[in-house]
T-cell receptor
Framework: AQKVTQAQTEISVVEKEDVTLDCVYE???????LFWYKQPPSGELVFLIR??????QNEISGRYSWNFQKSTSSFNFTITASQVVDSAVYFC??????????????FGRGTSLIVHP | SQTIHQWPATLVQPVGSPLSLECTVE??????LYWYRQAAGRGLQLLFY??????ISSEVPQNLSASRPQDRQFILSSKKLLLSDSGFYLC?????????????FGSGTRLTVV
């Protein structure tokens, strides 16, 4: 069975602080995908990043960076110099192929990030 | 480009009334389709998924059902709503079977059962 744990329920920071959102996953599959999604107050989930299990390269996109470590089953997300617009709920997700070959994602419970001006 | 449409945006329904939420995808064929519910605790609960027009799988036993009358249309229904059905319902689609390219979500339906 797949499991995604986002232990941080809520994080509160002041603008310009760096913040790291933790994600720990469990799966027995050797091929799997990891994702991060952002859910602003409007409710729609916005895709941020996708990483497959064979690609452990870290990635940086502007103020966002992701650290994928298979050894610790973690896929952490760091926002550098946070801004008020970063305030949202962030979800980590894991997917692996079912017996039928399709992928079904399992989402963590989300981390609510509040950035104060 | 592909787009996903979900409606209505908000809905207030009395207990015991029926429900029909619709989701359509444009710009692609044979998408994988999903219905999620997000309750007050924020977690995303997978309700149904469909990898083909005749294939719908249920993840959680409940009084909800899903149908896929057309390739790019996914409908979530209930014959009699319960108070516990209140929540934020999200439709999503993805492409591919051999690889997972990610999920695109609709804008959601906020359902309040009164």
């Amino acid at each position: 069975a797949q499991k995604v744990t986002q232990a941080q329920t809520e994080i509160s920071v002041v603008e310009k602080e760096d913040v790291t959102l933790d994600c720990v996953y469990e799966t027995r599959d050797t091929t799997y995908y990891l994702f991060w999604y952002k859910q602003p107050p409007s409710g729609e989930l916005v895709f941020l990043i996708r990483r497959n299990s064979f690609d452990e390269q870290n990635e940086i996109s502007g103020r966002y960076s992701w650290n994928f470590q298979k050894s610790t089953s973690s896929f952490n997300f760091t926002i550098t110099a946070s801004q008020v617009v970063d305030s949202a709920v962030y979800f980590c997700a894991l997917s692996a192929a079912t017996s039928g070959g399709s992928y079904i994602p399992t989402f963590g419970r989300g981390t609510s990030l509040i950035v104060h001006p | 480009s592909q787009t996903i449409h979900q409606w209505p945006a908000t809905l207030v329904q009395p207990v015991g009334s029926p429900l029909s939420l619709e989701c359509t995808v444009e710009g692609t064929s044979n998408p994988n389709l999903y219905w999620y519910r997000q309750a007050a605790g924020r977690g995303l609960q997978l309700l149904f998924y469909s990898i083909g027009i005749d294939q719908i799988s249920s993840e959680v036993p409940q009084n909800l059902s899903a149908s896929r009358p057309q390739d790019r249309q996914f409908i979530l229904s209930s014959k009699k709503l319960l108070l516990s059905d209140s929540g934020f319902y999200l439709c999503a689609w993805s492409a591919g079977v051999r690889y997972d390219y990610g999920y695109t979500f609709g804008s959601g339906t906020r359902l309040t059962v009164v």
